[in-house]
């Protein structure tokens, strides 16, 4: 099985039980890839800190375990988890209080498709958004209220950090994405691997462009949007 596959099993499958630290084997895996990643676009120290506190808001986090694994390494930031599904909120609330750097917000239950501002946050307020395995895994609605969301409640040059299976011109690579892709529709008609020349259009609706394309294992991309 891979990642991808893995990880639709792990939300379509019922198991995540309320106050329960849970552990998806995929993000264990990809955790620290995506990390690497960024590193590279997450700049703050205690001098560039003094000030203002920058906000991270992480759009479905599932078992919580990406932003425990990412938080220690950035201890300057702000790390706001959501979630949809209430009964994850218990996981990542685990993970939330047993950070070792104490920055990591309880999680709070967002739709991302209502705005932002119905759950407290306010426009041009976030530096960074980040979102994993969700993109195919959801109807196209959640997509579009992403992008919608981010255009609205991104700082200027603020970045949302986007990660998982992609197509390309219309064209799904590799046969093992493609079978994916298929399983996906299969579970549900408005799941699939979105085409990134659809999300860049999209993007560009809602004020964001696409400044980098990082292919990641597991035939996998992290895509970095920023506000323009």
């Known amino acids: 099985m891979s990642e991808t596959q893995e990880i639709a099993c792990d939300y379509h499958e019922d198991q ?5 630290k849970l552990i998806y084997p995929a993000a264990s895996r990809n955790k620290e890839p995506i ?3 960024l590193k590279r676009f997450i700049l703050c120290d205690n001098d560039q800190c003094d000030h203002e506190v920058p906000l991270f808001l992480e759009v479905a986090s599932g078992s919580g375990q990406h932003l425990a694994h990412f938080a220690p390494h950035f201890p300057h930031v702000k790390f706001q988890p959501t979630e949809v599904d209430e009964n994850l909120l218990g996981s990542i609330s685990y993970y939330a209080q047993t950070c070792p750097t104490k920055n990591i917000l309880p999680p709070k239950q967002v739709d991302i498709c209502a705005k932002l501002s119905n759950y407290g946050f306010k426009e041009n307020s976030i530096d960074y958004i ?3 395995n969700m993109i195919h895994i959801s109807p196209y ?3 579009i209220g992403l992008f919608k969301n981010a255009g609205m409640y991104l700082k200027n040059d603020g970045l949302m ?5 992609y197509s390309k ?4 690579t590799p046969e093992s994405n493609v079978e994916f892709h298929a399983s996906l529709k299969s579970r549900n008609p408005l799941w699939g691997i979105r085409d990134i020349n659809d999300l860049v259009k999209l993007a560009e609706q809602n004020n964001l462009s ?3 394309t990082v292919e990641m294992p597991a035939n996998n ?8």
């Open 16 to 20: 995540s039980f309320k106050g329960e």
């Open 221 to 228: 991309k992290t895509l970095v949007w920023k506000k323009d």
């Open 169 to 172: 011109d219309g064209v799904i």
């Open 141 to 143: 609605e959640c997509t």
């Open 210 to 212: 696409l400044i980098d």
């Open 161 to 165: 950090i986007t990660y998982g299976p």
């Open 35 to 37: 990390l690497q990643v």
């Open 130 to 132: 980040y979102n994993a």
